[in-house]
């Protein structure tokens, strides 16, 4: 009988464990409502402070049930769950009979779980829906204190987010200036791109493929220097190069520059790097000094009709685009905006030289010069503002500033190429400046800045300048009555007319675009979903950090490049992937050349000039040489297909001969010299004989001199 009723409440455990715990539950909750109701009501003289206590301690109550409530719902899962598991694992299939001798023991049959009883399941349904119900009222509770320390996580996420930003920059060796983030000072109102065509003119349609890729990444304006390639017509066509733009040709583009929203402003020398106009027969009487055509002579009355007939030619010609020019002509598809011409003035040297000039002070003779020309704009040309380079004011005192009134007619370009900017403009030229004038523009650069003939641009030192710019625009653009104007980008093709070509501006674009979507952000962004970069440039290149652990643009001090745009497709992109190619190639014959001239004991100077070295070693110190030559004969014909696309033949021949032709000549020479060493077939006894013009050259006395003597 006994064994029964426990086969039975064995097979019944877990029915039974639910009608307890069932029980225990209803016991609690019974007695937390009979708390709830039997609690006595306050007096109404303390009810403004003893029934808040009262509601607090039953508040602080109601969690403690809620929380033991909690616990033996937990618990009782996991009992139930538990359970179930031995049940489950006790269901395997097992051997229908067992023998013992002859004695056949059967296994009793497993029975069937039964599901759960509805009330009991419908017990813990609503508890489970009155705890969620708490945990609701509380979480609006706690919404009050979250409001009130919202400001304080913005804040801190702020300076986190800076942190974490500077980290970034580091490394992917992006130059780090205090202040400047995605929390920083906005973005400079005008950012010009500078576009530099002496002597070097990219072909239309190459500019043209530049303009919806300038437009992209924040750029809102052209600075356009034409020098020799503007279509100068009458008197003064002789000043037009060869190869300078046709007149259409010009117009199609600035009418294409304006359909991108771009402004124009042009800029035409007046005073100095006016080689171009001097250096020529009929002009030469117009030099400061007669061997040097550098600066224009201001005291004399034919220099001044010559500026402006050259500003009205080129002025006139931009208001055609416009619209509003005063000679008739069709109104163009898409004006441009042309509010603004530059009128240079900047490293004016020999200035105040000649017999006439010497007799004024230099500042007084400039300032009159820009004053002159700029009245003549003004008063011809009333909606045109007048900008000129900065550099010759830096000098001049605030009284000679003012006196001249200079301010009422120019707006300065400050620029500065280096990462120190405040090492040339000291914050007292910046407070002269401010009273000077209403309000000024700045420039940076992001090529042609850091090498007369070099051949790549340093990407990171151009970044740097522009970052630094951003600094010093949102610094001292509050001295100024009308604000900083904006930020002009310069890529300079030559530092002069007689200098040969720097950077191309194919190999430049990177710079570019990495230095313009920088400043048009106002801070270089460090996402690459942020950043157009990657999408203008067509890059094929996908960042995945989480994979790789790199970033996925790494700049170094050394490097002319980040590996980044090796995998991009922009116009001109070959001419750039050619340009790193020829820099390493040159760079090896340059190691390679050394090192057989200067470091070997076989191939030196010494050993030419007296014809003395081994042959065995000759042979194997030239072995390279024709090959090396014939590797640059092919790049030279590389060069002549890929830049065909972007210049013409003048400029592609010139590029060829600046940089490949000089390493050829050098290879040769070594060659010419290995098979004169190689000819010899006996050598005389030593010591060998000093050559009396090296010792005159040195001026040294020997034996052999005083003999000769």
């Known amino acids: ?366 300032l009159s010069h820009v004053v002159s020309l700029a009245h003549f704009i003004r008063r011809q040309w009333p909606q045109l503002g007048v900008v000129i380079w900065d550099d010759q004011l830096r000098t001049m005192s605030l009284s000679e500033l003012q006196h001249s009134q200079v301010g009422s007619y120019v707006e300065p370009m400050v620029w500065v190429y280096a990462s120190d900017i405040y090492r040339f403009i000291q914050p007292q030229l910046w407070d002269t400046y401010a009273k000077v004038f209403p309000s000024a523009w700045t420039a940076s650069a992001f090529k042609g800045a850091f090498g007369e003939s070099l051949l790549v641009p340093p990407l990171q030192h151009h970044l740097e300048n522009n970052i630094r710019w951003l600094a010093v625009i949102a610094k001292e653009g509050g001295r100024f009555a009308k604000g900083l104007r904006g930020l002009a980008l310069t890529g300079w093709q030559r530092y002069d007319h007689f200098a040969v070509l720097c950077e191309l501006l194919p190999v430049g674009i990177p710079s570019l675009m990495t230095s313009l979507s920088t400043v048009a952000k106002g801070y270089f962004s460090t996402n690459p979903r942020d950043n157009e970069l990657l999408k203008v440039l067509q890059c094929v290149f996908q960042p995945d950090s989480r994979r790789s652990g790199r970033p996925w643009l790494e700049l170094h001090p050394n490097a002319h490049h980040s590996q980044l745009f090796a995998v991009c497709s922009y116009p001109g992109h070959m001419v750039f992937k050619y340009a790193l190619r020829l820099f390493d190639k040159l760079a090896e014959i340059g190691i390679y050349l050394q090192q057989t001239r200067d470091q070997s004991a076989w191939l030196s100077d010494y050993n030419v000039r007296h014809n003395f070295s081994s042959p065995l070693r000759v042979r194997e110190l030239t072995a390279r040489t024709p090959m090396l030559i014939e590797e640059l004969r092919a790049m030279a014909r590389e060069a002549q297909q890929l830049l065909w696309e972007v210049y013409d033949e003048y400029t592609v021949t010139e590029f060829v001969e600046q940089h490949i032709y000089p390493t050829i000549a050098a290879l040769q020479r070594q060659l010419a010299i290995g098979e004169t060493l190689l000819q010899r077939r006996t050598w005389p006894q030593r010591p060998l004989p000093l050559a009396l013009k090296l010792q005159e050259d040195m001026g040294l006395v020997t034996n052999q001199r005083e003999q000769q003597q």
């Open 1 to 366: 009988m006994h064994s029964n009723l426990w086969i039975f409440i064995w097979r019944r455990k877990l029915s039974f464990l639910l009608v307890v715990s069932g029980l225990v539950l209803l016991g609690l909750w019974t007695w937390a409502i009979l708390i709830d109701t039997t609690a006595p009501q306050p007096p109404g003289a303390l009810f403004s402070t003893e029934r808040l206590q009262q509601q607090e301690q039953q508040q602080a109550t109601g969690y403690q049930q809620v929380h033991i409530i909690q616990k033996l719902i937990a618990q009782a899962n996991r009992v139930l769950r538990a359970e179930r598991l031995k049940d489950n694992a006790a269901e395997k299939p097992l051997t229908a009979v067992q023998r013992l001798g002859n004695v056949r023991f059967l296994r009793p049959t497993q029975a069937k779980k039964a599901p759960l009883p509805i009330s009991e399941s419908y017990l813990f349904e609503q508890e489970r829906l009155k705890i969620l119900e708490q945990q609701q009222r509380q979480r609006n509770a706690g919404m009050e204190e979250l409001n009130a320390n919202a400001e304080d996580e913005r804040m801190l996420s702020s300076a986190e987010r800076q942190t974490q930003y500077e980290h970034e920059l580091q490394r992917m060796g992006v130059p780090v200036v205090a202040g400047i983030g995605p929390d920083g000072p906005r973005a400079p109102t005008e950012r010009l791109v500078h576009l530099d065509l002496k002597g070097a003119p990219p072909k239309i349609s190459f500019l043209k493929q530049l303009l919806p890729m300038l437009r992209a990444l924040g750029a809102t304006g052209l600075l356009i220097e034409y020098e020799d390639m503007f279509p100068y017509t009458g008197a003064l066509q002789p000043l037009a190069a060869h190869n300078a733009y046709k007149e259409d040709e010009l117009r199609d583009f600035l009418e294409c520059a304006a359909l991108h929203g771009l402004s124009v402003m042009p800029l035409v020398q007046t005073f100095g790097h006016m080689e171009y106009v001097l250096k020529l027969s009929g002009f030469e009487q117009l030099r400061e000094l007669a061997e040097s055509p550098q600066s224009i002579c201001p005291s004399q009355p034919q220099s001044m009709a010559l500026l402006e007939q050259m500003l009205t030619q080129v002025i006139e010609l931009h208001l055609q685009c416009l619209g509003h020019a005063t000679q008739s002509s069709a109104v163009p598809l898409a004006p441009i905006r042309f509010t603004h011409i530059h009128i240079g003035c900047d490293e004016v040297q020999r200035m105040g030289e000649c017999s006439t000039c010497r007799q004024r002070l230099r500042s007084e003779l400039f």
